[in-house]
């Protein structure tokens, strides 16, 4: 008795400072890995989102490439037990440390790297490895092993790419500025699913508070990716969810707009705005608390900029 309770005790702790990996299959040729929900930390190893393997009779299409090599060369060796196939394609959904960092580890097997025509430009100008630079302090020895890859396709904004492989068509669309200014949304036609990246959420505060994020565009995004005859909705964030996550995301984004413009106009400062919202609906969902603030904060210097 005495050494199961001893047991109950010590696997908690053992599982809290430890993370796994496992491959989820979510459909016919459509597999996982599921990430942490927070920020990196050395209990996560960054493992803090989603990337997606899609099996096609002549290899694999990654999306999303994780934190680290380290993450990314495990998904991979997943993937390759599934079927030991090569990746052709890792499209990248935005230049956000957990979805493109991973890269290098598909470049190096030479799988084609695909990624809005804005995250060619971060890279080149040297911004991105300045970033990259003052995150390894951040978030330290956690991406000591990342080495930036740059996209060798890339997709024009508000133009889209098609992909056919084999028997299955990926649409690729480059975005105008939502989340971030490198979104890309990928939708695998024939089987009516939609990647989205980070543009899709539920019960789950996204982040809004990115330096060239734009709520107003991102409300745009989601009324173009509720036109998309989806069936799962495939986010950086969130288990696979359907089409109600969009009308989820939007609510959430249009009432933070609507509360901050209406305040602003009635001339409250940024801190009387943000005590505002105590006891809104949304405090309880998860990761209020990291990006709540900053998305107000976000969109009140946003709306400094538009011109209605
Ligand atoms: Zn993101």
Redesign the pocket.
């Known amino acids: 008795m005495m050494f199961l309770v001893k047991l109950f005790v010590i696997i908690p702790l053992v599982l809290s400072f430890s993370f796994s990996m496992e491959l989820i299959k979510v459909d016919k040729n459509l597999y996982m890995v599921r990430g942490n929900d927070g920020l990196p930390s050395p209990q996560n190893k960054g493992f803090i989102s989603n990337a997606f393997g899609v099996l096609t009779d002549k290899g694999w299409i990654v999306i999303d490439t994780l934190t680290t090599p380290e993450l990314s060369k495990e998904f991979l060796t997943k993937l390759k037990k599934i079927a030991d196939k090569p990746i052709l394609y890792a499209i990248i959904t935005?230049y956000?440390l957990?979805?493109w960092y991973g890269a290098k580890t598909f470049k190096d097997i030479k799988a084609k790297i695909i990624g809005h025509e804005n995250l060619k430009k971060v890279y080149e100008s040297g911004e991105a490895q300045g970033i990259l630079n003052s995150q390894k302090k951040i978030f330290k020895g956690i991406l000591d092993s990342v080495i930036l890859v740059e996209p060798d396709i890339t997709v024009k904004v508000n133009s889209k790419k098609t992909l056919k492989v084999g028997e299955d068509v990926f649409e690729i669309y480059a975005m105008p500025p939502a989340?971030?200014n490198t979104d890309l949304v990928i939708y695998w036609k024939n089987r009516k699913v939609l990647f989205v990246?980070?543009l899709v959420y539920k019960e789950r505060i996204p982040?809004m508070g990115?330096r060239n994020a734009s709520s107003k565009g991102w409300l745009k995004a989601l009324e173009r990716l509720k036109n998309f005859d989806a069936i799962t909705i495939l986010g950086?964030h969130n288990y696979p969810m359907d089409k109600s996550a969009i009308d989820w995301t939007y609510s959430y984004i249009k009432f933070v707009r609507e509360t901050v413009k209406r305040l602003k106009d009635e001339g409250y400062f940024i801190d009387e705005i943000k005590d505002f919202f105590k006891g809104n609906p949304y405090e309880k969902v998860k990761m209020y608390e990291v990006f709540h603030n900053r998305n107000v904060w976000k969109v009140y210097n946003e709306l400094d900029l538009e011109l209605e």
Request: no cysteine; net charge negative.
């Open positions: 935005h956000h957990d979805h989340h971030t990246g980070d982040f990115d950086g």
